[in-house]
């Protein structure tokens, strides 16, 4: 006889949580049943305190699985203790399909509770639970305060039938991680869940009041959460950052769906090594905000339908930050804005606004607007539509930036009855802008706008004008062979036989500074009436025959 042993056998079998307690509905009676004896052990009228029992059971006889078994299981808090059920440390809560949470009446609804809580947990999972907020007075479908480590929230749906308050102005939340001083909050995973209706959607973060807190390797990804707000509120869909004191450390969230949240549809701030990629948002922003070092917002699609949606950063507060990517973004309806308000600190080095494709109806299609010289900001190889007509319009709009570069761009404006800004530069020093194709139209249509400071080197572009502000022009400003606003040309003009002069056209958009002429014979030639259109070659002696001179022209 032939033993044959399955690889990895001892791996398969040690990641099998096995059922501690089953938790199931007859009637109006909930009974918590040992999922290892099978003995009934408690029944009550009452779900919460059956889910507790069985949690606390399992907590005590060192972790396991509780089992919710298919059906409604109504919360009630008649006495205001302000939860539901208690998390604890190593179990899993687990539900069937088709299992409905339904929190329900309250003795106080101007007070906060939640339908989950947990106080510094480790080793929790819940997982396919659907949770509806019916009554007022419930705050969150999740909530998880002070801290928490190895914590997975799966395939969770919470709905609000109240909408976005708990009570009074006090919004309501789907899912909220509070780390306190000291606290920690690692090793968290939310995914593939659904949150509707809510005032906030996800939250993670730390306590106004920590001076310290560890808040680290959190993946929030494949969830829906839709608001519903058909006016902006001041709320997030995901949201996830400290209160400045200290940087969260790899965050990630990706391939998440967020609908209809007038302020930040996702928001990262305060963090170190952040990722936002190939989510979906629709009436939403993604941003990062305050400090970010090493993040990227990546492969997005943005779509505006009601109200304004963009890819940005908003900079505001303490922003200490370095190496920022905003790539491969598809933005319909909307823009990439960087904008300040209130600042307390800045500093800000390398910025990469590389390949998205934006058409915007909004008065920027990219929005660079920097503090404070903003160091080493590229911005190469993206599709910019701007068709708004509301007034000035931008294509690329950058400011308060040095050694920044502007390549490989693709701008249109369609703005005929306003002026429109292709690429407007303000403010900034060592700016070299080169192989962009810019074209459109606008009264007037301004190719290159440029105000304050200078050192700007504009080369080989596509470029239909120029347009420095009249009272604060950049200077100096260095063009070069750029098509369809010639700033140097070279040709050849022939004086003929008998004549001491000839006038030449010289085809660039304004009058030449420096004219050189080298003659094709022994013939001395200088130039006279340089104009806007044309200059003549004129000799002291009429050649006997067609003297042809080479010249060059440059503004």
Known sequence: MVSIELPHKRHILRRITPTTYIVYRDNNKYYA??????????????????????????????????????GTYVFHDLTNKNVGVVLRPGVEIVGEKGVEIIASDVADPATYRSVFFGDNINDVSIRNLKIRIKQSGWYAGVYIWYGLERVKIEDVEIESDIGWYAYGQSFTVGIRVVAGDGGRCTELTIRRSKILNTGYGISIGTAVEALKADMRDIFVENNYVDLYQTVPLATSGIIIGTNGNTLADNITVRNNTVKRVGDSGIEVAYANNAVIESNTVEDATIIFSRSVNNGVIRNNTVITKNYRSSVGYFLVEKVLSRNIAILNNLILNGSIAIWPSNITEYSFDGLLIGSNVIVSNDIFGIQAQLKEWTKNVTIANNIVINKYKNGTSYGIFLTSSEYGVITNNIVYVDNPNNEARALAINACRNIFITNNYIYGTGSPLCGYYGAYWGHHYIMENVLPSI???????????ILKRNIGYTTEKIGVATIPAGSTRVTVSHGLYRTPSTVLLTPYGNIKVWVENITPTSFDIVTDTAPTSNTKVAWYAEV
Not at 41 to 60: G, L, M, P
Not at 467 to 477: G, I, L, M, T, Y
């Open 33 to 70: 049943i040992n999922g290892i004896t099978n003995a009934t052990e408690y029944s009550s009228e009452d779900a919460t305190s059956v889910i507790q029992y069985a949690v606390d059971k399992t907590h005590n006889s060192g972790g396991g699985r509780v089992l919710i078994k298919k």
């Open 467 to 477: 347009c420095p502000d009249p009272n604060n022009p950049p200077s100096p400003v």
